[in-house]
């Protein structure tokens, strides 16, 4: 079964940085747009991030636009997403997944949870002093 792995995750100073990656084993991704969302215990995994395939379209949450920014590697199948300027409230568990219905991330669509396949087991990235 396909699955994304997600990595990168760390503990960080707050104003600090890090780079999470996620690749799925035997997925050829590059055909998708691909989403980075995240989630923090008792609260729904929030959308906040896409990477498009054909136009190489990108959509930020406006809780880390200008910090967080994504990009992906199609001939490794991997996509990125640096994070700078960390701040405590970015502490949860980050996940990557594959939006199998579409090339693009459509400014209507993108956050549209049930439209992303191959979730991963995610990655912890807590901010703190």
């Known amino acids: 079964q396909v699955q994304f792995v997600e990595s990168g995750g760390d503990l960080v100073q707050p104003g600090g940085s890090l780079r999470l990656s996620c690749a799925a084993p035997g997925f050829t991704a590059e055909y998708y747009a691909i989403g980075w969302f995240r989630q923090v215990p008792g609260k729904e995994r929030e959308a906040i991030s896409c990477?498009?395939?054909?136009?190489?379209?990108?959509q930020y949450a406006d809780s880390v636009k200008g910090r967080f920014t994504i990009s992906r590697d199609n001939a490794r199948s991997t996509v990125y997403l640096e994070m700078n300027s960390l701040k405590p409230e970015d502490t949860a568990v980050y996940y990557c997944a594959a939006n199998l219905m579409r090339s693009i991330c459509a400014p209507q669509t993108w956050r549209t949870r049930h439209e992303y396949s191959y979730w991963g087991h995610g990655t912890q990235v807590t901010v703190s002093s």
């Open positions: 990477v498009g395939y054909s136009d190489g379209s990108t």
